[in-house]
Every structure is written in C-alpha cells, then in structure tokens.
C-alpha cells in the first residue's frame, strides 16, 4: 500500500502564518490596552480629517461655481430687461411711424441696425443661455422667435410696406411675454441654475399652455386713439 502524504500545501501553510500573525497582533494589543486605545483613536481622527476634508473641497467647489455663476445669471436677466425697454421704444415708434409721424420715421432711418434688430443683445443671449443655463434654451428660443416676428415688421416697414396696428400689437407683444416668461423662469429656478444647493432641485420649467397663452393687448385711449 502506498503511504498517504500527510504534509500540509504551500497554501495551508501561508493560511497558517497569516493566522498566526493577526493572533499574536491581537495578543499584543490586548496585553498594552494603551497601544490599542492610542491606535484606535489615531484611526478614528484620520477618518474625520478626511472626511472634513472632502466636505470642505465639496462646499468650497459648490461655492467657487455660484461665485461663478451668479454675475452670469445677473447678467442675462440685466439683458431680458433690455430687450424690454428696446421692445417697448420700438413699439411706440412703429406705431407713430405707420400712423404718419415724420419724427418717429426718422429717428427708425437713423437708428443703428444692430440696435433695432436687437442683435447685440441676441448674441450675449445666446453666449450666456448655451455655454451656461443650456436649461433656457427651450424658453430663449421661443424669445428668439418673437423678436424675429417683429424685425419682420420693422423690415416690412423700412421697405415702405406699412404693418398694420392688430400685426405690431401681437409682434410687441409677444416678445414682451416671452420675456416675462424668462424672467419668471430664472427667479423660479435660480438655486438649480447657480446649482447653488447641496442637493439637486427639481427644474420647473414654464408649461407650454402658460407660453401659449399670450395675454391680449391693454385696452384704452392710446390704443383706440391709434386705431383712428
């Protein structure tokens, strides 16, 4: 009969040493309870250090962005209210304009193209909405197209095809309810623009009936009178 060999593998015996070493590991701290209290201790405070330390890079990142951000956002909605005062001075000159006023045809001949068709403001616009609140660009471009109904408008009127009043009243109008609109959605969503907050806030973008809804004109005097 063949002897059975009963020597123990490679692996039994480095199984064997590791055991070995974590008992007399575990013997050592339990004979100096000193060692293991200052060992234990020294863990639990490099924990906390680390984790403080993510804390503090995460809260200092979150903060450098809305520093970042902020003066974006500022900026873009200092624009809407520009294109608001640009879109309130047209309409009173193309309404002067279609009704006869030399004044108000003049002072459209003279002004600069850029200014008139809003341009300028319409590539800051788009520079701000896509490079840093890509969540407006469903709303800025609905703006985008109002306002070219209304260069429309002033074009039809530079080649001497006079726009009718009810045509000016919606083309204004709809810019100016778009532009509510903006700014209503940036106000509403500031801290999710800015991601100014530890957790994601959910984005209340403006309900498509809302866009569609557009008000009707302000009734009075100063339409009725321009209508005769």
């Given at each position: 009969?063949?002897?059975?060999?009963?020597?123990?593998?490679?692996?039994?015996?480095?199984?064997?040493?590791?055991?070995?070493s974590?008992?007399d590991?575990?013997?050592?701290?339990?004979?100096?309870?000193?060692?293991?209290?200052?060992?234990?201790?020294?863990?639990?405070?490099?924990?906390?250090?680390?984790?403080?330390?993510i804390?503090?890079?995460?809260?200092?990142?979150?903060?450098?962005?809305?520093?970042?951000?902020?003066?974006?956002?500022?900026?873009?909605?200092?624009?809407?209210?520009?294109?608001?005062?640009?879109?309130?001075?047209?309409?009173?000159?193309?309404?002067?304009?279609?009704?006869?006023?030399?004044?108000?045809?003049?002072?459209?001949?003279?002004?600069?193209?850029?200014?008139?068709?809003?341009h300028?403001?319409?590539?800051?616009?788009?520079?701000?909405?896509?490079?840093?609140?890509?969540?407006?660009?469903?709303?800025?471009?609905?703006?985008?197209?109002?306002?070219?109904?209304?260069s429309e408008?002033?074009?039809?009127?530079?080649?001497?095809?006079v726009p009718?009043?009810?045509?000016?009243?919606?083309?204004?109008?709809?810019?100016?309810?778009?532009l509510?609109?903006?700014?209503?959605?940036?106000?509403?969503?500031?801290?999710?623009?800015?991601?100014?907050?530890?957790?994601?806030?959910?984005?209340?973008?403006?309900?498509?009936?809302?866009?569609?809804?557009?008000?009707?004109?302000?009734?009075?005097?100063p339409?009725?009178?321009?209508?005769?």
């Amino acid at each position: 009969m063949c002897a059975v060999d009963d020597q123990p593998s490679p692996r039994e015996i480095n199984l064997g040493d590791r055991m070995n070493s974590i008992a007399d590991f575990l013997t050592a701290l339990t004979g100096n309870l000193s060692a293991a209290t200052s060992l234990i201790s020294a863990g639990i405070a490099a924990a906390v250090a680390f984790i403080v330390l993510i804390l503090n890079q995460f809260f200092s990142r979150r903060q450098q962005r809305v520093q970042f951000l902020q003066p974006k956002l500022e900026e873009l909605y200092l624009l809407t209210n520009d294109v608001a005062e640009r879109n309130a001075r047209l309409f009173k000159l193309l309404v002067a304009a279609t009704h006869g006023d030399i004044e108000a045809k003049k002072n459209l001949e003279t002004m600069d193209e850029l200014a008139a068709y809003g341009h300028l403001t319409a590539k800051k616009m788009v520079m701000l909405v896509r490079l840093y609140f890509p969540r407006l660009s469903r709303l800025h471009q609905f703006l985008f197209f109002a306002e070219r109904q209304l260069s429309e408008r002033i074009w039809e009127l530079s080649t001497g095809e006079v726009p009718s009043l009810e045509a000016l009243i919606e083309a204004s109008g709809r810019v100016g309810h778009m532009l509510r609109l903006m700014e209503q959605e940036m106000v509403t969503n500031r801290d999710a623009l800015l991601q100014a907050t530890v957790f994601p806030r959910r984005y209340r973008s403006v309900a498509r009936q809302e866009i569609e809804n557009i008000p009707p004109p302000p009734g009075g005097p100063p339409l009725a009178s321009m209508r005769t």
